[in-house]
């Protein structure tokens, strides 16, 4: 149990970490342009990294 | 033993970080991942078990409830796709990449004991096996979209939307058929005398079915897994300067070489992967999933297979969440044949568990 605890531990400690780095060299947010809260209806193409995205010539 | 009260004010305050820092959308998606981190994980929901169930004992309600979250998912999904024209399906290229893809995640997954969201929902509870695999199936994933190009090379056509040849409506009929036809293989299987579900697979199924329908509405696309690995360890490989994304077809595409330079939380993939964990982590304080205690022997597949797993799924568009739920629900033909490829990839994937004692 204590080795399962220190595990979990470090698995924390470094997803922690990562997205605090990941934060620090990251470019800034630009906070004006948010993406409106629900993309329903809102006007505005999606643009995300989606699982199912091939490379450029897919024809996806 | 965790506390459920620090826990609280932990996710609390990493809402109101978000929020305050990143976006309305993303903070909200942050809670719809708390949500299917904490249906998963409180209904053991796993798509990996429920394979496994049906195939060694017969058993058809994990494989009923998936069937069942499908088509739920997809009586939501598919007229929203039809109705808001800013919502785009999970469209993967039916290919050799897939077909081959699909068919070792299907069998590594059963070596790994979960899938994407297996090994997240498992590692957010704290079993040992799936917390070490997710480094490794982020690098699988990233080295898989690097090389994706040249499998794509192999033969690939056009995604196809069952959305967009045959309308909404026709699309969903399709797909309930399709979904029914293989709810009567598996009762077929499994025989008249077990029951078809439980209440757990019920639950479980509902509430990711409208988790997986508000991800869609809000992001404007599907849910996902594997792209948020695969951009966090792409993010660090880069950094150390042992991969260039400007000439690989992947990651120097515009919209992937942007989120390699942008922050991990505007991701909307890795913001559903931070809060499935999350929502797991929840569950872990009054429930936790130690894991079962294996030799060396067993480490080393198990690890082995999470790596495949990770760089299969991106060739195969996907895993459990990102090809066949997002994939069948939002009527891709890549889902449809992620499925069949990948069970029998897991129909071997169970013979190496027997074979080494897992």
Not at chain 2, 94 to 105: I, R
Request: glycine residues 14%.
């Amino acid at each position: 149990m204590k080795l399962n605890r220190l595990l979990r531990a470090i698995f924390w400690a470094g997803l922690l970490l990562f997205l605090a780095w990941d934060w620090s060299r990251s470019s800034p947010i630009d906070l004006r342009q948010e993406p409106p809260l629900i993309a329903a209806g809102s006007g505005q193409a999606v643009s995300g990294g989606l699982c199912a995205m091939a490379s450029g010539d897919s024809g996806s | 033993m965790l506390r459920r009260a620090p826990l609280a004010a932990a996710l609390a305050a990493a809402f109101l970080l978000l929020l305050w820092n990143v976006s309305v959308r993303q903070a909200v998606l942050f809670l719809v991942g708390i949500g299917m981190g904490a249906t998963l994980a409180g209904y053991r929901f796993g798509f990996t078990t429920g394979w496994r169930q049906l195939i060694e004992q017969r058993d058809p309600r994990g494989a009923i409830g998936q069937l069942l979250l499908l088509g739920l998912a997809a009586t939501l999904a598919m007229p929203l796709l039809g109705r808001f024209s800013e919502l785009h399906a999970a469209l993967g290229p039916p290919s050799v990449s897939l077909l081959v893809g699909a068919f070792f995640f299907g069998l590594s997954m059963q070596l790994a004991d979960g899938c994407g969201s297996g090994t997240l929902y498992k590692a957010g509870l704290g079993v040992p096996l799936n917390m070490a695999i997710l480094p490794l199936f982020a690098l699988g994933s990233f080295l898989g979209s690097a090389q994706l190009n040249a499998w794509l090379s192999l033969g690939q056509i056009h995604p196809v939307s069952l959305v967009a040849e045959f309308g909404a409506g026709k699309a969903l009929a399709l797909t309930w058929l399709a979904l029914g036809a293989l709810a009567f293989a598996v009762r077929l299987w499994a025989g008249g005398e077990r029951p078809w579900l439980s209440r757990s697979w019920a639950y479980g199924a509902v509430l990711l079915a409208v988790l997986a329908s508000l991800n869609l509405a809000i992001a404007g696309q599907p849910c996902g897994v594997v792209y948020g690995f695969s951009l966090w360890a792409g993010k660090l490989i880069t950094a150390a300067g042992w991969f260039d994304p400007a000439g690989n077809g992947f990651w120097g595409l515009a919209g992937n070489a942007q989120r390699l330079g942008e922050s991990v939380l505007l991701d909307v993939t890795s913001i559903t992967d931070i809060g499935i964990l999350a929502g797991a982590l929840w569950v872990s304080a009054r429930t936790p999933a130690p894991g079962k205690a294996l030799n060396a022997q067993q480490w080393a597949l198990g690890l082995t297979a999470g790596f495949v797993m990770g760089y299969s799924s991106r060739l195969a568009f996907g895993c459990n969440i990102g090809a066949m739920l997002s994939g069948i629900s939002t009527g891709s033909l890549h889902g449809w044949i992620w499925l069949p490829m990948a069970f029998l990839g897991t129909t071997v994937g169970v013979r190496l568990r027997r074979r080494f004692q897992f």
